[in-house]
């Protein structure tokens, strides 16, 4: 009390401002840091949207150009050729062809005395009427 | 539209709410406790920050009215313990702070508010007015009359009673 019957004329105002309590710097490092932190945090989230937004804008405007049609068939014939490179060369079998009709399967040969009628082996008849003969020896 | 970042720079902020705060409730770890629930506030509630009503410190002060008057109330400085500071030998500066506080801590509860608003957040009676939804007139005039009442008690005599027409303005 005795202070201000000294000087209270001199500005209870500028006392009032010059005596404001004052926040320990542990307090005021704390709330700092725990500002900074949240700010960080969210910075970081916003750099996630962004990003997401080029990417979303770039597909956007290559796709209004034809861009993402040219970049499938690029990757079609970049595939492709992989495949042929990789692929394993063998010998090409031809499963249908004039040799292999001529030559597989062969047919088998009718026993003496048969004959092949449509694909079967039948017995043939001797023919009744001329018999074959030599002709006689003259001399 | 880029949104306002009302904490972008924490640390005068800090100081001003603490200083508001601790006029209010008297120096210490009540003080501390708000001023940080006020921040945990603020951090949440960042979104509704609109720059246009006004600047971070008046939304910041305006959240740590509302965390003060969530709370119980604290009892306020004594006699008893300004007798004890009285036979403490400290610096004059220090005592001077101590006077100040103890006669802030007797006001009523407005005129504190406002010597807090004041003095301790350092508002302008504009911005108090905003904040209170008076006119800037009437704050200057109840300002007046706070400081009129706290230099009574600083004086050391008995203050002279308020009248309930007068503090409910």
């Not at chain 1, 704390?30 to 960080?40: Q, S, Y």
């Not at chain 1, 969210?42 to 990003?51: L, P």
């Not at chain 2, 972008?8 to 902020?13: D, I, S, T, V």
């Not at chain 2, 945990?40 to 246009?52: F, G, I």
């Amino acid at each position: 009390m005795r202070s201000w019957r000294r000087n209270r004329e001199s500005g209870l105002e500028a006392e009032l401002r010059a005596s404001r309590p004052e926040p320990s710097s542990e307090l005021v490092n704390r709330l700092e840091a725990r500002v900074r932190h949240d700010g960080r945090a969210r910075s970081g989230s916003f750099r996630v949207a962004f990003a997401g937004a080029i990417a979303v804008f770039m597909l956007s405007a290559l796709f209004s150009v034809g861009g993402l049609g040219y970049a499938a068939t690029g990757a079609g014939s970049a595939v492709a050729t992989a495949k042929r490179i990789v692929h394993s060369h063998s010998v090409p079998q031809v499963h249908k062809s004039a040799s292999r009709s001529q030559y597989s399967n062969p047919k088998k040969k009718c026993p003496k005395g048969k004959k092949r009628v449509r694909g079967v082996c039948k017995r043939v008849k001797k023919a009744g009427g001329v018999n074959f003969r030599r002709p006689p020896f003259t001399g | 539209m880029f949104r306002v970042d009302p904490l972008a720079n924490p640390e005068p902020l800090i100081r001003r709410v603490y200083s508001y705060v601790a006029y209010r409730v008297g120096d210490g770890p009540d003080a501390e406790d708000i001023t940080s629930e006020t921040f945990e506030r603020a951090l949440r509630y960042k979104k509704s920050y609109d720059s246009a009503k006004g600047e971070p410190v008046a939304w910041l002060i305006g959240i740590a009215r509302r965390c003060i008057e969530g709370r119980p109330m604290s009892p306020e400085l004594s006699s008893e313990y300004l007798e004890m500071v009285d036979h403490l030998d400290l610096e004059d500066g220090a005592l001077r702070r101590i006077d100040l506080s103890a006669a802030v801590s007797l006001l009523e509860e407005r005129d504190r508010d406002l010597i807090a608003l004041r003095y301790g957040a350092d508002l302008t009676a504009r911005q108090i007015a905003e904040l209170q939804g008076a006119k800037t007139n009437a704050i200057e005039v109840a300002l007046h009359r706070a400081l009129a009442r706290l230099r009574t008690h600083l004086e050391g005599s008995e203050p002279a009673p308020v009248r309930k027409s007068q503090a409910g303005r």
